[in-house]
C-alpha cells in the first residue's frame, strides 16, 4: 500500500496543533456534533448480461448486497455490522447497454447514523473515538435463491473479527497518514479472517464480485489530510476463489468532510450456458443523510 507523504512538515503540523490548541477550550468527551450518514448504489449500467443462456432472454436483475460495518478504534467491542439484502426490490429486464437508476433499496441502502468524526485534536481526550463506517459490496443477479445466509455469516464473523483488530488499536500520537494506513491494514485483515472462516455457499443469486468502500469518522484539518492521501490509497485485493463470499477486487474511501461518489465495474463469471461474462457497473454514493 502506497501512501503520498503530507505537504505539511511534522513541524509546521506540531506548530499549528500547539497553536490551535491555545486557541481551543479542551473537549470534555462527548460534546462534539454528530452525523448520520449513508451509503447506497444509485446507477448500474449492464454492459453484458449474466443472466444470458444461449444468447436468448439476455436481461439482468441487478442489485447490491450490502454488509455494512462500523467500529470505534481503541474501544472494545464497539463492531456492529449489519445487512441490507433487499434482492425483491431489483429492477426487472435490464437489457444489455442500459444504463439506470436504482430505488435505495435495490442499491442496498446502508444508514450510519450519530457517527461523531473528529479532528486531530480531538484525539487527544480519550474519550473521543476515531469511528470507522463501511461496507462489504456484493455486485448481484437475482435468480431464484438469494444469498442471505452467507450475508449473514459473513457479517457475524466480520464482527468478530473488528473487534480483534481495529476495535483494540491504539492511534495516539499518529498522525494522518499512520491512522489511514493502520485503518485499511486492519480492515484487510479483518475481511480476511471473516471470509475464511464462512462457510461455503453457492446456490444463490449470482454475485459478479464484491468491493470493500470504506468511511473514516473525520473532519476538520484530520479529514482534509486523509482526503490529500487517498488518491494513492488502494483498497486490498482479497481473493480465495469462491463465488461466495466473493473475491474483493477495489472499492474506496471517505471521510466526513463531504460527500463522495465511486465507480466500481465488476464481471462475473460464465454461468450454465451462458457464453460469455457477466458484466455490471455501479456506481454508488456516500454522504450525510
Not at 487527544?124 to 431464484?144: F, H, M, P, R
Not at 471521510?255 to 463469471?269: C, I, L, S, V
Request: negative net charge.
Amino acid at each position: 500500500m502506497k501512501h503520498r507523504k503530507l505537504a505539511v512538515s511534522a513541524i509546521a503540523m506540531l506548530a499549528t496543533v500547539g497553536l490551535v490548541s491555545a486557541c481551543t477550550p479542551p473537549d470534555e468527551g462527548g460534546n462534539l456534533p454528530k452525523v448520520n450518514w449513508k451509503f447506497r448504489g444509485t446507477q448500474v449500467q449492464v454492459i453484458e448480461s449474466q443472466d444470458c443462456v444461449v444468447i436468448i432472454n439476455c436481461k439482468d436483475e441487478p442489485y447490491l448486497l450490502n454488509v455494512g460495518f462500523r467500529v470505534k478504534i481503541g474501544q472494545p467491542n464497539s463492531a456492529q455490522t449489519f445487512v441490507a439484502n433487499n434482492r425483491n426490490s431489483a429492477p426487472q429486464d435490464v437489457a444489455p447497454g442500459s444504463t439506470i437508476s436504482v430505488s435505495p433499496a435495490a442499491g442496498g441502502e446502508l444508514s450510519f447514523n450519530d457517527v461523531t468524526p473528529v479532528d486531530l485534536l480531538d484525539l487527544g481526550n480519550t474519550n473521543n473515538k476515531l469511528e470507522i463506517v463501511g461496507s462489504y459490496v456484493w455486485a448481484s443477479e437475482q435468480d431464484s435463491i438469494g444469498n442471505g445466509l452467507a450475508a449473514d455469516s459473513t457479517a457475524s464473523m466480520l464482527k468478530d473479527a473488528l473487534n480483534a483488530t481495529l476495535a483494540t488499536a491504539d492511534i495516539s500520537g499518529l498522525d494522518a497518514n499512520a491512522i489511514l494506513s493502520l485503518v485499511m491494514s486492519n480492515i484487510g485483515n479483518a475481511l480476511g479472517v471473516a471470509i475464511q472462516n464462512v462457510p461455503l455457499f453457492g446456490l444463490g443469486d449470482d454475485i459478479l464480485g464484491g468491493g470493500i468502500y470504506v468511511g473514516i469518522g473525520a473532519r476538520g484539518a484530520l479529514g482534509g489530510a486523509i482526503d490529500a492521501l487517498l488518491g494513492d490509497t488502494t483498497i486490498p485485493t482479497i481473493n480465495l476463489g469462491l463465488d461466495v463470499p466473493p473475491p474483493i477486487t477495489g472499492g474506496g474511501i471517505f471521510t466526513m468532510t463531504g460527500a463522495k461518489t465511486f465507480n466500481q465495474t465488476w464481471t462475473g463469471r460464465k454461468g450454465g450456458l451462458n457464453p460469455i461474462d457477466g458484466k455490471h457497473q455501479w456506481w454508488m454514493t456516500a454522504g450525510p443523510a
